[in-house]
């Protein structure tokens, strides 16, 4: 090949990836979800967004639509990002799934001025009915061992809620409703509570804050003769929560007071714990339980 050849055959090249860059088609990027909440309206936004770049066609020209079925709607340019578009689409009753593809229509501005039409479809979509999801909780804070409602639609039998990433006591009423008991852990904190079971995995629920409440203790104060015995009794305001609420019992005077570790049964909200008194001293029992106010209660063992 000659050099002229060899030129020429480059600016032929050349112009033809110009050519092709600046009759760019258009492309479309799918923003519809391919599962969707099922609603009771039973209408559901398709929406799309057209890049087109050829400096060539008419913007005002241009013109959306998603064919559904067979059914040609036309979508409507968002009024401020001009490559958004969007349509509403009914869902014929009986149906959980709808295929679907997007069609823009446009004019080519030609050497000649005049406009030539053009026409791009997208490739087939689908989207699906999703009969699960959950709503929201009847509370978003309150004490430990008080039970809470999950709001939602296509619950089961076999789902369970989880609080901070631990299983909790879990009650099925219907498919529209869930509850669980609020666990046995620390107050002031949120935690992160989630819906578990189904194909999709785990659904975030929300965040739940435990509130400090009162932790009962009968007597308040103690006085036990070394080798005699007495009794304490812990009470609460709601049903100890799965795997019962275990109560913290500390003492500054640990020769003078025998007492086996308490707990309070699960569904239960007292419990008798024995006290021994043993070598003479004066002191206190520090009690503590997780989501539970700190309770001294002074004791002389004589």
């Known amino acids: 090949m000659n050099q002229s050849k060899f030129r020429l055959t480059v600016f032929l090249a050349i112009l033809g990836i110009g050519f092709l860059s600046s009759c760019r088609q258009p492309t479309f990027i799918n923003l519809t979800s391919k599962n969707i909440s099922q609603n009771p309206s039973g209408i559901y936004t398709l929406q799309t967004e057209v890049d087109i770049q050829d400096r060539k066609v008419d913007p005002d020209s241009i013109s959306v639509a998603a064919v559904v079925g067979g059914e040609f709607i036309p979508m409507v340019k968002d009024p401020v990002n001009p490559m958004l578009w969007s349509?509403?689409?009914?869902?014929p009753l009986g149906f959980d799934e709808a295929t679907y593809y997007y069609q823009v229509n446009y004019k080519t501005k030609l050497n000649s001025g005049?406009?030539?039409?053009?026409?791009?479809?997208?490739?087939?979509?689908?989207?699906?009915?999703?009969?699960?999801?959950?709503?929201?909780?009847?509370?978003?804070?309150?004490?430990?061992?008080?039970?809470i409602a999950v709001q939602g639609r296509g619950l089961t039998k076999y789902d369970s809620i989880t609080f901070g990433g631990e299983k909790t006591q879990t009650r099925y009423l219907s498919e529209n409703e869930l509850r669980f008991t609020v666990p046995a852990l620390a107050s002031g904190i949120d935690y992160p509570v989630q819906l578990i079971g189904g194909p999709h995995g785990a659904l975030d629920i929300g965040n739940f804050r435990i509130d400090q409440s009162p932790l009962g203790v009968v007597p308040s104060s103690l006085e036990i003769a070394s080798g005699d015995s007495s009794t304490l009794l812990f009470?609460?305001?709601?049903d100890a929560p799965s795997g019962g609420l275990p109560i913290d019992v500390r003492t500054n005077i640990p020769d003078s007071v025998v007492m086996p570790e308490a707990n309070i049964a699960e569904g239960d909200r007292t419990v008798n714990i024995p006290i021994q008194g043993?070598?003479?001293?004066?002191?206190?029992l520090i009690i503590s339980a997780p989501g539970y106010d700190l309770i001294e209660v002074p004791v002389r063992v004589f």
């Open 235 to 238: 009470k609460i305001d709601y």
């Open 114 to 147: 005049s406009l030539k039409p053009g026409e791009i479809k997208s490739d087939l979509q689908l989207f699906r009915l999703e009969n699960r999801y959950v709503g929201n909780l009847a509370s978003y804070r309150g004490p430990v061992g008080v039970e």
């Open 278 to 284: 043993g070598a003479p001293g004066e002191g206190k």
């Open 87 to 91: 349509c509403d689409y009914k869902l």
